[in-house]
């Protein structure tokens, strides 16, 4: 027997090793002192109440004969579709709820969504990049071309004519860079992608992130019902990146190569999915109530405020930065030029402040560093205090 050696062909993924390793050999050494983690990319506060109420609900529906559950429909419940088909048209993008895949989460869609495409296809992906849109196409054995981000763009890569490419992974609001796109840029990507036939595969994880005003969906943009898939996940949301949750969208009307690719997904996911539980669907739905939209508006501003506090001072100290305003992430420039790794121990050694170095996340992001807004109030301040000490 032979094994998928496409395998052989991922970088060893040994950033959160790495950085683990670093702070333990440090805490060792120096056990009284408090680390602050400014480096996680989990939330911190719990679910909000209205989708606890509801999942505790559907939990008790699942004790009684009357109104047990067994499989869920393989695209997700239509009460749950609606509404976030309701959610689309709150900011203006025609989505309908039999466009909508509810999933368990925009990992599994962003990596899977390969499994109706040929390996023959090339993909483009930024760089920097959230890995897994470059690994599962490794695994895959599909070719990768990069589009890199740079102080120069403004860590918002746009289309490069010159090049071609079948896969287009975009990001936005982004991580790890937090650089959002305009809508004008946005069209620049879906003309390119009709123009040559590809197909943008858009994650907007973080949109509920955004203040300006920016698309929060790629079916804001005109041309995009005929190029676009868009992966959404309730995870920074709404806190469920435990409770997993998440939406992929894909036009009734997208075809390419003679085939239907709603039709091609619906297969894939009937295949290799059997859906997300009730009780998680019917906490999901109450987060697109409006009392469920008002509490996680709440827990978002909390987060928006702990980058603010972050983004407030990285200016004050005059260091070049992006996200913050539209996004969990902070992405700066080291200080003093220095490497990724040189400064994640200068942090940690200086400040006791752990984040990640932008290395990590591809070729451009050496000299950067990733800073996250998820944690707590006091610890935030804390460590914008001790940044602050370091820099002056
Ligand atoms: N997409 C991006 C850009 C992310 O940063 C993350 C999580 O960190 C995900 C998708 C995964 O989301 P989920 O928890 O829904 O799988």
Known sequence: MKVNTNFDKMVPS????????????????????????????????????????????????????????????????????????????????????DEIFVSD???????????????????????PVYP?????????????????????????????????????????????????????????????????????????????????????????????????????????????TGTRCGYTVIPKELERDEHNLYRLWYRRQATKFNGVSWPVQCAAAAVFTPEGQRQIRENIAYYQENARLIADMLTACGVYFTGGKNSPYIWLQCPGNMDSWRFFDELLTKAQVVGTPGAGFGKNGEGYFRLTSFGSREKTAEAVERFRRMLS
């Open 132 to 240: 897994v849109y470059v690994d599962s196409n490794l695994m895959a054995g599909r070719e990768i071309v990069y589009a890199p981000c740079t102080r120069d763009n403004g860590f918002l890569a746009m289309p490069d004519e010159a090049q071609q490419a079948d896969l287009i992974y975009l990001c936005s609001p982004n991580n790890p860079t937090g650089a959002a796109y305009t809508r004008a840029q946005l069209q620049a990507w879906v003309d390119y992608a009709n123009r040559q036939g590809a197909v943008l595969l858009y994650d907007s994880a973080y949109e509920a992130f955004i203040t300006e005003d920016l698309p929060r969906s790629i079916f804001e943009i005109p041309g995009a019902r005929t190029c676009a898939i868009e992966f959404c996940s309730l995870s920074k949301t709404a806190g469920f």
């Open 105 to 127: 989460g925009a990992k599994s869609d962003c990596g899977n969504i390969g499994d109706i495409f040929s390996p023959e296809n090339r993909v483009l992906v930024t760089d």
């Open 14 to 97: 040994y950033l959160f090793a790495e950085i683990a390793r670093r702070v333990s050999a440090y805490q060792a050494q120096h056990p009284d002192q408090e680390l602050i983690r400014l480096g996680i990319g989990d939330v911190t506060l719990p679910l909000p109440a209205a989708a606890v109420e509801a999942m505790k609900k559907g939990a008790e529906d699942l004790a009684h004969k009357e109104t047990f559950k067994g499989y869920p429909d393989y695209e997700g419940y239509a009460f749950l579709r609606e509404a976030i088909s309701g959610y689309y048209r709150s900011f203006g993008a025609e989505v309908s709820a």
